[in-house]
C-alpha cells in the first residue's frame, strides 16, 4: 500500500484493477474516510475533499474532529 497526507491526515491506498481505480481510506482514526480516483492527481483531490468534508460535518454536527494518532506512546 501507498501513503499520501493532507493536513495531517495520513491516507492508505492500492490500485483495484478491476475497478480501474485507486482506493483509499485513512488511517489513524476512528471514524471512516474514504476516498477514491482513476489518476494519482484524482486520488490526491479525492482525500483533500474527503478531509475536508469530514471536518465540515463534524463542524455541522458540534462533533471534535478526530486527530491521527502519531505513533508514539506516551
Known amino acids: 500500500m501507498?501513503?499520501?497526507e493532507y493536513k495531517g491526515y495520513t491516507g492508505v491506498f492500492?490500485?483495484?484493477p478491476g475497478?480501474?481505480?485507486?482506493?483509499?481510506h485513512v488511517i489513524g482514526i476512528r471514524d471512516v474516510?474514504?476516498?477514491s480516483g482513476a489518476s494519482i492527481e484524482e486520488?490526491?483531490?479525492?482525500?483533500?475533499?474527503?478531509v475536508e468534508d469530514y471536518l465540515d460535518l463534524c463542524i455541522q454536527t458540534g462533533r471534535v474532529p478526530e486527530k491521527?494518532?502519531?505513533g508514539?506512546?506516551?
Not at 19 to 24: C, P, Q, V, Y
Open 19 to 24: 475497478d480501474r481505480a485507486f482506493h483509499g
Open 43 to 50: 486520488l490526491q483531490q479525492a482525500l483533500a475533499d474527503s
Open 14 to 16: 492500492d490500485l483495484i
Open 33 to 35: 474516510i474514504h476516498f
Open 72 to 74: 508514539q506512546l506516551l
Open 2 to 4: 501507498k501513503t499520501m
Open 68 to 70: 491521527p494518532d502519531s
